[in-house]
């Protein structure tokens, strides 16, 4: 069984820095693609990051220079280093799993909320 489980959220306030990690159990890193998520009120889900089992990351363009994702195999856990935090960061951020090779079986954390208000 697949579980996602991240944790590491809270209230920061603007300029800070947060990590959130997602420790994955049930799977093999090496054979997924993991991503980073986040929902903020009333929007819809967007992408923050993406991490390949090499190390390869991308990052949305409002989160560039700011964010830094990476992994450690060894602990099947993937880490999201947010610094320079913004209101507009706020958001329940979502650890997600993607097989690379088909059937392409996909899964989702429960999200952990982080909030940056003053």
């Known amino acids: 069984q697949v579980r996602l489980v991240e944790s590491g959220g809270g209230l920061v306030q603007p300029g800070g820095s947060l990590r959130v990690s997602c420790a994955a159990s049930g799977i093999i890193d090496s054979y997924y693609m993991m991503a980073w998520y986040r929902q903020a009120p009333g929007k819809q889900r967007e992408l923050v990051a993406t991490?390949?089992?090499?190390?390869?990351?991308n990052y949305a363009d409002s989160v560039k220079g700011r964010f830094t994702a990476s992994r450690d195999n060894a602990k099947n856990t993937i880490y999201l280093q947010m610094n320079s935090l913004q209101p507009e960061d706020t958001a329940i951020y979502f650890c997600y799993a993607r097989e690379v090779n088909p059937p392409f079986w996909n899964y989702w954390g429960q999200g952990t909320q982080v909030t940056v208000s003053s």
């Open positions: 991490i390949t089992s090499g190390g390869s990351t």
